[in-house]
């Protein structure tokens, strides 16, 4: 019987523009990282033995980018999905931040490049499904409205690159 974690996060960086357009964040891995060498992606990474979801959220977000925040919106999905090497199914919490426009980003060695795009455009570059499907939920559900009070807003408690 496989087993079922919940051990990675991912997140979705936005930043806002005054007409209410949004540009989306995405990363390129560097040629050398296993697995999906060179793909774009968003923000992911592992949550440790002693996080919370959002603590991981918070620190992946800075070692990978730089940026400092503890304030994300839940994004209403948990996407999953089924390592056979490891006969384990991963559920995996989504998050999204939204950064002022000018927002400095830093590359991480585990990236060789960034792209700030509209949503279509992140869509189509990229490859792996959870991270478009989460991209249409961000979209179409959360940015239109990110302060309504159905989309929780959550803080990390940590103090992140300080």
């Known amino acids: ?3 079922f974690v919940s051990d990675m996060v ?3 960086v936005c930043r806002e523009f005054g007409d209410g357009s949004y540009e989306h964040l995405l990363l390129r891995r560097s040629m050398g990282e296993i697995p999906y060498p060179g793909i774009w992606q968003v923000v992911t990474g592992m949550i440790e033995p002693s996080e919370t979801a959002i603590e991981a959220a918070a620190r992946e977000l800075y ?3 730089g940026i ?3 304030e994300f919106i839940v994004v209403p999905l948990v996407s ?3 390592d056979p090497v ?3 199914v991963h559920f995996v919490p ?3 931040s939204i950064v002022p426009p000018g927002t400095p980003v830093r590359l991480s060695p585990e990236h060789q490049a960034i792209a700030w795009l509209s949503a279509s455009e992140a869509a189509a570059r990229l490859p792996i499904p959870l991270h478009r499907q989460a991209l249409h939920i961000l979209e179409e559900t959360v940015l ?3 302060h309504n009070h159905v989309f929780q807003r959550v803080r990390s408690p940590l103090s992140i690159g300080e």
């Open 86 to 88: 490891a006969d384990t």
């Open 68 to 70: 400092r925040t503890d």
């Open 10 to 12: 991912q997140v979705h």
């Open 94 to 96: 989504v998050f999204a």
């Open 144 to 146: 239109p409205a990110p």
């Open 80 to 82: 999953s999905f089924f």
């Open 63 to 65: 070692e990978e980018t």
């Open 1 to 3: 019987m496989p087993r």
